[in-house]
């Protein structure tokens, strides 16, 4: 079983940064890909940011170049980097993990999922 938990959202200016982490126990998360959604109100989980057991990753296009997810296995934690914030970045941001070595974009692909933290990007 896998326990995770986020952590670093909060209210941020359009422009600004935040970054958020996705703290594990119970399994080391090397062995599993873990992904970062996102759900705004009325709008279903969308996928945002994921990295595999090997540490590739893969990002959603329209975050690019904005969002790097990397992870720190001393400390089981993945963390999402998130820069230039714009208000339509606003969401519920979750992190979730699967024990398969592929990365999957679609929700279904992950089997334990953390509480969610609100980003706000509001002036």
């Known amino acids: 079983q896998v326990q995770l938990v986020e952590s670093g959202g909060g209210l941020v200016q359009p422009g600004g940064s935040l970054r958020l982490s996705c703290a594990a126990s119970?399994?080391?998360?090397?062995?599993?890909?873990v992904g970062w959604f996102r759900q705004a109100p009325g709008k279903e989980r969308d996928f945002v940011a994921a990295?595999?057991?090997?540490?590739?990753?893969s990002t959603k296009d329209d975050v690019k170049g904005r969002f790097t997810i990397s992870r720190d296995v001393a400390k089981n934690t993945v963390y999402l980097q998130m820069n230039s914030l714009k208000p339509e970045d606003t969401a519920v941001y979750y992190c979730?993990?699967?024990?398969?070595?592929?990365?999957?974009?679609?929700?279904?692909?992950?089997?334990?999922w953390g509480q969610g933290t609100q980003v706000t990007v509001s002036s």
């Open positions: 990295i595999n057991w090997r540490g590739i990753t």
């Open positions: 119970g399994t080391p998360l090397s062995s599993y890909a």
């Open positions: 979730a993990a699967s024990p398969r070595t592929y990365i999957s974009t679609n929700s279904d692909g992950y089997d334990f």
